[in-house]
């Protein structure tokens, strides 16, 4: 973590060194500074993004909406151009996630200059969002996050299966209802419209723009109804008894300091200490 | 708990404790009588609250709720006169949270003989239902209350993160479908809106006001739907293993006698026996 | 359970003992026949009852139905006649739970004679659906009832305190959407309709028949959906984590045969053998 | 699993040999083609009864349709028959499950070519969807359906117990609504269609298209809103306890190699070692 600790220069750490720690590490009080007033600028572009799709906040302050818009896609150029510069490998990280997700920040900006009625560009500008995710290193919260991803990993697979579960059950369902109700109800017209209503119901979502009208499609939709508030279980039961079994011994290990060299700090997942070699107690 | 066997006087109680017995201990047969008679003023005020806004009763009964509003208010005022007074540090007590509760139950009446059409302190009068937790204290599910919220606090970090999420998912949503189904939809008019409906969706509450029309917008809401289906697992998953580890410990212990004094009662969270020291069971 | 065995006059039952064998045991197979009959004849009388509140049906095979209601009514008159004949203390089981329920099964149909257009009464008709409780003791699910009513009843105190938050939540939320959106949405215009409004929408229905329609009042609905959506997980948890303490030593029990007298077919609950009094493993 | 090794004919395998093992075996490198291809049929095929019911297509694209319909049919058609000459005892095959569902696959094509206007025969075509399982077995993922499956039939006593619950629930409540509001609103001027809204209500999927008009009405409403919230979290609760039951051990068993022969791939539920017949590990 400690990059003055490596013995890459012994004297002064270069500029691009000094960039390298203000942009991507957390823990020192600059890069901390920055990653708060990132924090704030992608926000804040979102915000943006949000009022420009409002009507009246579009003719009334459209030339100002515009400005800040400009303003933030210039910083966030200037930051990913920072962050090409001072990182050792610029190709690894142009094409990581998060490079992709810095470049799709700011191209559609510069697009918009050249394109009229670039409206779908707004998705884009919206993906913005999950450049948060990188801020997120900041919080102390990332340590449950990893909880919680590491639960789910576990449980993708009984998930997966009980996907394709559900993908036939509203298949077969949807078929059921559009030769049942698909003469004389409009929302049944087609088979892959009933298993819209199909997922719609078994979701328990239940909008209402399409409803059974007739007495047997009334009961197949209560038999829905009922499974889908019983296998709501099935996931839920999945994930719960898969969080039971992986957090307790991650978080003993994470808040440990080693017995050997008292040393603290370790990522959750070790097993030795990172800086004597020892083992961790589990 | 028991103050008179704190040496604050030997001889017998001045005025001022026992107005403080009466008003804020529960288990003396005065502190639970004056307990029971302000549950049942506090549910009685917050109905005369309800009834007020229904246009009905307020033309019919006005001026009797008018009457018992000010009967109420005057009760609770003398009430928080008497805490004020029976309390050594007053200031301690106006500042605290329940300290400010008692004091919003009144203010909104006497606000009202000031400003016409003061119509937002209902908001206020209806918060007076949050001093019902003063007199909580009472019942025996205290302790349960304890445990749900011992184990809640364990899950903020990890909800949070996941609130987090889905706040980036409902946005990102949101602008997908405003794109979508923005041009002919009035319901996707804006992003904000599209987020009102993303929410809506993800959470399978399913209102109905907005509806996707076309075929594409159609699959992106199933998509949210069976998401949202899932991911719902997650928050219970996180609180059912949280109230997993948290309270049998503690259970025990409530429920246990000491082993060298065989005194009863300890809280929940006692780890030594209150009366004679000893370690008391895990 | 096996009257036989027990000394009550050696020779042979007398009519009353094999009336109340055939009528109360579920064991001996005139018990079982008996079970079978009733729970049809409960079903067919419910079914009736439904068909009956069905326009079509009433006019069509109004005749029928009434026929039919009168002679599952006098089926189960002299049913309950029977049940106070052959039990020994006829006044314990008249005000017991199910004698009031087999009382009220029969009532409605002969107070219909007397009273005109007793409408009301089709709800105690439909209460006769209880009774399949009493016939619920031959099926071999009964003992997975008491699993769930033991583990739910260790749950009901940290479920009031949750439903008392809950109430709580609704109302000064009900009040503020009253303010915010009263004066212009017929949907709020009174706290109670709000309070309607916000359990409509904290519980994750959703009709739809009354929707916020301003701003303001969209971002609130948009809180009380998400508070929803997690809060469902706090009952789920503590009932997901009462069963978990619960059944396994139950189960294992009702499962055992005596390990000093070989009998099986223990109550869950038990602790000693029935037959011999040995201490049962736990 | 390697039919090569049983000492059938120890010399090549015969025609209807190899036939069997590119149908029916999944590990194989033939098998797990013919699998693929398999699915990819079968997904194609369900598109297109997909497409056949949508106006548009059927209208633009129906002689293609038809064709593809054709190519399918012959191509299951053929694949049925394989199965019937490569299996031992065809009879078996054909009236087992699967078997079954093969035929179905294929027979409404041919009955369409008879009747005229044979549109319910669609949702026997959506059957074919069923196939999948089939296939199923060449995924990895069939281990965790079968922890699902097995926690699954440790739930279903206890489920049904809990469906009988909600039946009855619902029965009485809509009985209550019918008479309360029965009278004007034609929502519930019948018993079955205010149980129809009570179990659209009690699962919180809340379509809307029936909502109480009166105070008592939406005060029962309410009730039953929070009863559904909260009695979904016993099929939860009953699914998350046996999940943690279940799988813990069954997994051990089928990552496990046997510690005296150091064989490996045990079925998950396999207490002694296929191959040298000791008793794996717990």
Redesign the interface.
């Known amino acids: 973590m400690h990059r003055s600790q490596e013995p890459d220069q012994v004297g002064k750490p270069s500029t691009r060194d000094r960039i390298h720690e203000v942009i991507f590490e957390t823990e020192t009080p600059s890069g901390k500074a920055f990653d708060v007033v990132l924090l704030v600028f992608i926000v804040a572009s979102?915000i943006i993004?949000?009022l420009e799709?409002?009507?009246i906040y579009r003719q009334r302050f459209g030339t100002y909406l515009t400005a800040l818009e400009w303003f933030f896609t210039i910083a966030f150029t200037i930051e990913y151009l920072l962050r090409i510069y001072s990182v050792y490998k610029p190709g690894k990280y142009i094409f990581s996630f998060f490079g992709i997700i810095d470049l799709l920040a700011i191209l559609p900006t510069y697009i918009g200059l050249f394109i009229i009625g670039s409206?779908?560009l707004?998705?884009i500008?919206?993906?913005r969002?999950?450049r948060?995710f990188r801020v997120?290193k900041l919080v102390?919260?990332l340590r449950?996050?990893q909880?919680?991803i590491e639960?789910?990993r576990r449980s993708i697979?009984?998930?997966?299966?009980?996907?394709?579960f559900?993908l036939?059950v509203v298949?077969?369902i949807?078929?059921?209802m559009?030769?049942l109700e698909?003469g004389f109800n409009p929302g049944f017209?087609?088979?892959?419209?009933s298993?819209?209503w199909a997922?719609?119901?078994?979701?328990?979502?239940?909008?209402?723009?399409i409803?059974p009208q007739s007495?047997p499609g009334?009961?197949l939709?209560?038999f829905v109804?009922?499974l889908?508030?019983?296998i709501?279980?099935?996931?839920?039961?999945?994930?719960?008894?898969?969080?039971?079994?992986v957090?307790?011994s991650k978080e003993d290990v994470s808040n440990q300091s080693c017995r050997y060299c008292a040393s603290e700090g370790h990522d959750p997942d070790a097993v030795f200490c990172k800086y004597c070699g020892e083992r961790l107690n589990p």
């Open positions: 979102v993004v949000l799709s409002m009507e409206h779908y707004v998705v500008r919206a993906l969002l999950l948060i997120f102390n919260f449950q996050g909880i919680i639960s789910l697979p009984k998930i997966t299966v009980f996907f394709f559900i036939i298949t077969i949807g078929s059921i559009h030769v698909g017209s087609s088979i892959p419209k298993i819209y997922i719609v119901t078994l979701t328990t979502v239940g909008y209402g723009d409803t007495d009334r009961f939709s209560a109804m009922v889908g508030y019983s709501i279980a099935v996931p839920t039961g999945i994930i719960a008894s898969d969080l039971l079994r957090p307790s």
